[in-house]
């Protein structure tokens, strides 16, 4: 398979721009429209890498953005999404839903059969199966919505919460440490397994290249399991802030995790995000040998990783990646 020139929407964020990087590096053309070309400045100054500020959602516009493409990739996601309109909210069905299809449907027009699409760990095969959050059941319906297109060779990637030197995640908990003298946990008990962004973006181009992954879904995940709890407290100690961890309980979890999602900007933790804490973020079974990785474990790799400043950690990071 081994396509040359991809497009990958969603190539700005935070997997997106590991992703991109490592396909250039490797001499492929790639094509990352955004929504606003800010949100990929590090990505212009990559050789064969092009930025477009489009709106994917128009219509053609997909469609054009295809010409010349091999291989599409989506890694379109959102973690917060008001309720209406579909069980899962409007948002969520754009983002999760109606997207994937379009830029699917656009592809097959544009005679681009190979796609990976990036959806989450916790999604299943099993179209009865009951998700607890509407994230997970709009990433379902979006895994779904693929499998009915007849002709797309599509692979499925379904991570755990995926880490790294520039992720939102640990950072976030870093930061928080930082400045509050104690930390109050919503769904502390949940189980993740990290997994490395450099991973997720290696294992993506091995199955994108890989004929026997069309048609498959893959979970991808580190070798540890962590509660939430943990993480945070792990967070704090590589940072070099360590404080107490509080388990909130849901009774009263949930009402804060409301009036977050009120309040301007994106909400810390939504009740959305507490259900999807509901479901163990922990893979099913050993990771796909065809997924190509031997992932990197966040204990050892994270000392290094989260203390120091943000500048120290990147270059480190850009050293591991031998960039
Ligand atoms: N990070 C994790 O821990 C994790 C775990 C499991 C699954 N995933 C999944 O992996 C994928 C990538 O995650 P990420 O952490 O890299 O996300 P991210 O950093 O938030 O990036 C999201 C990307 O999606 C684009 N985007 C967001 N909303 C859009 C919309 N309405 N229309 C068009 N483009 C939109 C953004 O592009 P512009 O702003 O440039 O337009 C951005 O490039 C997502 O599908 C996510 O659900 C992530």
Redesign the pocket.
Known sequence: MNPSHILV????????RHLVAKLAAQGRHVLVP???RE??RHLISLPRVEVIEAD??APGIAHSLLQGMEAVVN????LHGAEGGPEWGRAFD??HVQ?PRLIAEAALDAGVTRMVH????GVTDAPQSRLPSRYLRS?AAGEAALRSLDGLQCTILR????FGAD???LNLFARLQRTLPVVALAGAQARLAPVWVEDVAQAAIHLLDEPGAVGRAFELAGPEIFTLQELVELAGLWSGHPRPVVALPDLLARPLAGLMEILPGEPLMSRDNLDSLKLDNVPSGPIDPLCGIQPRSLREAGPAMYGGSLMTRLSRWREQAHR
Request: glycine share 14%.
């Open positions: 929407v969603g190539g700005s964020g935070f997997i997106g955004t929504r606003r949100h990929a994917i959602h890694l379109v996601g959102i754009r983002a997207l990036m959806s989450a760990m990433k991570p755990s919460v995926v992720d939102a995640f």
